[in-house]
């Protein structure tokens, strides 16, 4: 426990500390923090976490004994405005249980600007010639493991790919849409006519490039889409529909059900239904297998440089974000990589974490 507020404590900024559990230390006066004499606990143990609140400044919140007499089931904190209140209730087992109401606001991480990369600008003789380089690179990675080995892949893949593969990013629009924002913010303070009407002036003007660059997009990009990407073509086709009913009604046991968290419930149950729940608690024994075991598997180059050409360059990549255009781009130079890195994953059973990860998104 020392240990782990020690290296939260080193952290740069100041974080609040939460710590709960049945410390089975009933030999200690909270009112005074001061320990209780002749008593069947150890005195050493509560002396140590006596010391321990005091040197980082824990504060124990619960007042109420949790068993019998005793209060066994702590709460620390390092900051009691975060606590709204503790109590004890009723527990299932010899304990009782102790509930805590804690004022938290939950901070949400940043998600990263989206990168849309223009791929008929591409620098696919750079980016081939940069990936063959790289062979040479892998191959002296020696004995690390498929984890970092992959890792160090990752990376390569994304730094030639920034590097050699320009994006869209529209500066001028996003500069324009906080002007925009910041000729609002004045106009509303001051409740002047002018700056009023340079707001105006300036969010026509800010419509009709962002026109101009919604036909480009239509014109230059969409066109070829029809052909080379159904998907994104009649992705903007249906986002031109006004009306977005969600969900329909659905039927369930002739009852009709309108209401989104009953349809929701009703799904969820369907989808629960389709399992089977087998009894495991006895398993019968299928005897010795008359079945061969599997030959050492091998990997062959040319088989994985025939997978590599047959991914579908339109489709969205995984959370790796490594799209299957990049990789089909850099099939030749890849093939031999990902030779090695396949059977050695193979030869010592182990996955890198990032093949183990999915991105799944129900559909109705």
């Known amino acids: 426990m020392r240990e782990a507020i020690e290296k939260i404590n080193a952290k740069p900024r100041t974080c609040d500390i939460i710590v709960t559990g049945d410390f089975n230390q009933g030999n200690i006066d909270w009112e005074t923090n001061t320990v209780i004499p002749d008593h069947y606990a150890s005195k050493a143990a509560a002396e140590k976490l006596l010391d321990l609140s005091v040197q980082y400044n824990m504060q124990q919140m619960v007042t109420e004994p949790t068993r019998g007499d005793s209060i066994l089931d702590l709460v ?3 900051n009691t405005n975060i606590v709204n209140h503790t109590k004890v209730e009723p527990g299932v087992g010899d304990h009782d249980m102790v509930s805590t109401v804690l004022n938290l606001v939950i901070k949400r991480p940043k998600q990263p600007r989206r990168r ?7 620098n696919e003789e750079k980016i081939r010639q940069k990936m063959g380089e790289y062979q040479k690179t892998f191959a002296d990675l020696g004995d690390l493991t498929v984890q970092d080995k992959w890792n160090h892949l990752d990376k390569e893949i994304k ?9 869209k990013f529209d500066r001028k629009s996003r500069g324009r849409t906080r002007r925009k924002q910041r000729l609002y913010n004045k106009a509303k303070r001051s409740g002047q006519a002018k700056d009023w009407e340079t707001y105006r002036e300036y969010k026509k003007e800010c419509r009709r490039a962002l026109n101009k660059a919604r036909w480009e997009y239509i014109n230059n990009d969409l066109g070829s889409a029809a052909k080379e990407d159904p998907k994104a073509f009649w992705t903007f086709i249906k986002s031109l529909r006004k009306e977005d009913n969600g969900v329909a009604d659905l039927k369930v046991d002739n009852k009709l059900l ?8 009703a799904l969820n149950n369907q989808l629960c239904s389709v399992f089977t729940q087998e009894d495991k608690s006895h398993i019968p024994s299928l005897g010795e297998s008359n079945i061969t075991n599997i030959p050492n598997l091998v990997i062959h180059e ?16 995984g ?10 781009m850099m099939a030749e130079q890849l093939a031999p990589i990902l030779t090695k890195l396949f059977q050695q994953s193979i030869d010592e059973g182990f996955l890198p974490t990032q093949w183990r990860q999915a991105d799944i998104c129900p559909i109705f």
């Open 76 to 78: 620390f904190t390092n």
């Open 116 to 122: 849309i990369y223009i791929r008929k600008k591409a």
């Open 159 to 167: 730094r030639t790919v920034e590097e050699n593969v320009p994006t």
């Open 258 to 265: 309108t209401d989104s968290k009953e349809k929701a419930e």
């Open 302 to 317: 040319e088989g994985v440089k025939k997978q590599l050409l047959k991914l579908k360059p339109n489709k969205a990549p």
């Open 319 to 328: 959370p790796d974000g490594i799209f299957p255009w990049m990789l089909r």
